[in-house]
């Protein structure tokens, strides 16, 4: 069946400007998760839904960071004032249920001139 | 020190050979343990779960040590399709998203 989706592919952005980035997880999946991977770094946890709901937004960055999902599916990660080290793969994964195998998408690459 | 350490690599083995990497990590509650691999410009993927008994897929064999707080991957017989990076990974402690190392970048030789 179909795996996680994101778009775009590939964002690049002007220092200062808001960028939305879209993740798409597998049908009945009702966990999702964002990360991002900087270059030359380990992949960075940031947040986590079940269902709709985000208990815990203490991974997000700043406060020019937030995420939402509704109808329990889709989610969007905002960045807002984009700045330069905001520059990294942005990476969504979804599971069954927390606690279960995680699947990645292939991942937004955004770039901050 | 560091939630989870990785020997960086790069690992280059010849074709055919026996290679093993380790990953210690610093939480002692951590409760999940996996093996990624990550493919250049790609997604991580679920290698494989490691379980405190050991156990194999195939040519590959993971192990878990609580008490010195490591796991291993053995990789047995290596293709060169298993050039790649080999994410340390492991979930609980507190953490509600999976805590990943950098990574182990291998490469298989012909």
């Known amino acids: 069946g179909a795996g996680v989706s994101q778009s775009p592919s590939n964002k690049v952005t002007e220092k200062g400007k808001d960028v939305e980035l879209r993740c798409d997880p597998i049908?009945?999946?009702?966990?999702l998760y964002w990360y991002r991977q900087s270059l030359g770094q380990g992949l960075e946890f940031l947040i986590y839904?079940?269902?709709?709901?985000?208990?815990?937004k203490s991974g997000l960055p700043s406060d020019r960071f937030s995420a939402e999902r509704t109808g329990g599916s889709v989610s969007t990660l905002t960045i807002q004032r984009t700045q330069q080290e905001d520059s990294a793969v942005y990476l969504c994964?979804?599971?069954?249920?927390?606690?279960?195998?995680?699947?990645f998408g292939p991942g937004t690459r955004l770039t901050v001139l | 020190r560091k939630e989870v350490e990785q020997d960086p690599g790069p690992f280059n083995v010849p074709e055919g050979a026996t290679v093993a990497f380790n990953c210690t990590y610093s939480?002692?509650?951590?409760?999940?343990f996996f093996w990624y691999r990550q493919d250049c410009r790609k997604e991580p993927k679920l290698l494989m779960s490691?379980?405190?008994s050991g156990n194999e897929d195939g040519r590959f064999t993971a192990q878990l040590n609580r008490a010195s707080q490591y796991i291993s991957l053995l990789i047995r017989d290596s293709k060169l399709s298993d050039s790649a990076t080999y994410l340390c990974?492991?979930?609980?402690?507190?953490?509600?998203?999976?805590?990943f190392g950098k990574g182990t970048h291998l490469i298989i030789q012909p």
């Open positions: 994964a979804s599971s069954p249920g927390i606690g279960d195998t995680q699947y």
């Open positions: 049908s009945g999946h009702t966990a």
């Open positions: 839904f079940q269902g709709n709901s985000a208990p815990d």
């Open positions: 939480n002692s509650a951590s409760q999940s």
């Open positions: 490691v379980y405190s």
């Open positions: 990974v492991f979930r609980g402690g507190g953490a509600d998203g999976l805590t």
